[in-house]
């Protein structure tokens, strides 16, 4: 519940008792002094009128009550109308979706479009490619898909639709764009067929449970395209041989296309600059540096599933009961622990240009390990590298995933130049939780194995640590390589300290 609402209903709760007044009464005095009330279900909550009986049974102190409606008094007034509606934030909207893009195939370079003896005219194709129709809490997918649905969604201040993005920034390149704003297959194949390159937008969408779309209660009831998504797309692979699919989805789909086109791009949710985000990645004004951040496979291959009790579906007083059978072996771990194959690993993602990792080294510290690598961009145009850090644990520790995800950093790079990354692992990400100790607990002896790669299939790069940090060569270093002074000592102590402090700081946590 929101702070705001916490307040309303302690305003409800103060009214009604001090002033002996109905509580249709108090909330509406409520509503005038904070302007908001929590949700419907709020009386089948430990608040509204429930915190005047627990203070009447002494379970709820009337001093906290007190103080709750001091901070209200002092609270500092709300303005919910600022106007968002920016360059600035369309700017940053626009920048985060690009970025976000994950580039699955690429298949002859088909990306990024250019005009060309080959490639002169460019067919959209697909709803989803048009602009949306705006419901309230996005309970609808009609028309692309900015977001998914519940009560955290936003109101649109605008939706820049793809194929209006799309068609703007063609007539720069001097190419010509058709289009069909719809799913129906065999009409789009009567339009892609005549285009150098056919860009097909598909869907699928989910949200909150308390709202069904299209027969989806929150879950998702498949991991299938909506709207015939994939038909579409055979339909249009089979006359246009330059096909590229755009995947607008809060997940993974199945992906029986795949092998049938050229490029795919996971676009996800992009928000208001969606058209405008995804052609700046299609047309290579941007490069493309997403990654995924979860294991993408076909259904049957992960190790549980959504729950759909047949007995009450329209939810009730029970509650689904899930086992966890699988423990730790979720995503990744599942696949390594298993030995699958996945359609596309954890960390996945393309570049228009190539990188090469070299030169892992790893340091055992007191307070965590200190990773480093080299990282060269081998391509012809600038990009961004995100270098990933797996970490298998020691023997000692029984019954443990191979490996696990512990840190990331993004290198941008010109073509050409290289660069050192810098990932601290902390204490905390180097510790298991053991069920007997009932805690954490970070392993003081055997030895870690540092992986780093592009993605959880991909790690090239291994390096030993042991645990307690010590150095595995017994060589002593002569006593007189040792001494220096004091003062030069310092300096360099300080010049590391400060070095640490910063890479700490912008440590990813992935625990």
């Known amino acids: 519940m929101k702070f705001t609402s916490v307040l309303s209903t302690v305003a409800v709760v103060f009214a009604a008792k001090s002033l002996a007044i109905s509580w249709e009464e108090a909330d509406a005095k409520a509503r005038e002094r904070c302007k908001y009330w929590g949700p419907d279900y709020v009386d089948d909550s430990f608040w509204g009128r429930h915190i005047l009986e627990c203070i009447e049974k002494g379970i709820f102190p009337q001093e906290r009550l007190d103080d709750a409606l001091d901070q209200m008094d002092n609270y500092p007034e709300v303005n919910l109308y600022v106007d968002t509606n920016t360059k600035e934030n369309a700017a940053l909207n626009r920048k985060v979706g690009a970025d976000s893009n994950v580039l699955l195939k690429n298949a002859d370079h088909i990306l990024p479009l250019k005009k060309s003896k080959k490639v002169k005219k460019i067919a959209v194709i697909g709803k989803d490619s048009m602009s949306p129709t705006l419901c309230e809490d996005m309970k609808c997918a009609n028309g692309t898909l900015p977001l998914g649905w519940g009560s955290g969604t936003t109101d649109f201040e605008y939706v820049v639709d793809p194929l209006s993005a799309i068609t703007k920034r063609a007539k720069k390149a001097n190419l010509k764009v058709i289009s069909y704003g719809d799913d129906d297959g065999k009409k789009a194949a009567k339009v892609a067929k005549n285009a150098d390159v056919a860009i097909v937008f598909v869907q699928a969408d989910s949200g909150e449970e308390y709202i069904t779309v299209e027969g989806n209660a929150g879950d998702r009831l498949n991991l299938d395209l909506w709207h015939g998504g994939n038909e579409l797309i055979e339909a249009v692979a089979a006359v246009n041989k330059n096909t ?35 052609t700046d990645v299609l047309f290579g004004d941007v490069n493309p540096s997403g990654h995924l951040p979860y294991t993408w496979a076909p259904r049957e291959d992960y190790p549980t599933d959504v729950k759909y009790e047949p007995e009450y ?7 689904t009961v899930y086992d966890y059978n699988e423990g730790l072996f979720v995503g990744y771990r599942w696949f390594d622990k298993n030995e699958i194959k996945p359609t596309f690993p954890l960390g996945y993602g393309l570049s228009y240009t190539t990188f090469e990792y070299s030169d892992l080294e790893a340091d055992m510290e007191d307070d965590g390990l200190y990773v480093t690598l080299n990282v060269k961009n081998t391509g012809k145009v600038a990009g961004a590298a995100v270098p990933m850090i797996f970490l298998s644990f020691p023997e000692s520790v029984k019954d443990y995933p191979v490996r696990l995800f512990k840190g990331f950093d993004k290198v941008v790079l010109k073509a050409g130049q290289s660069k050192e990354a810098k990932i601290f692992i902390d204490d905390h990400a180097l510790s298991y939780y053991d069920v007997e100790f009932e805690d954490y607990v970070r392993p003081k002896e055997g030895e870690f194995t540092v992986f780093a790669g592009s993605n959880a299939s991909d790690l090239p790069l291994k390096v030993k640590v042991l645990a307690n940090g010590d150095d595995y060569s017994e060589d002593e270093t002569d006593n007189e390589e040792e001494e220096v002074s004091s003062e030069v000592e310092e300096d360099i102590e300080d010049s590391t300290s400060e070095d640490e402090k910063e890479l700490k700081k912008r440590s990813y946590k992935t625990y």
């Open 244 to 278: 590229i699919v755009v995947i607008h989805s809060p997940g993974p789909v199945n992906v029986p296309f795949l092998d049938k086109v050229k490029g795919v791009i996971f676009a996800g949710l992009p928000g208001q600059e969606t058209g405008n985000a995804i």
């Open 313 to 319: 579906p329209g939810g009730g007083d029970k509650m």
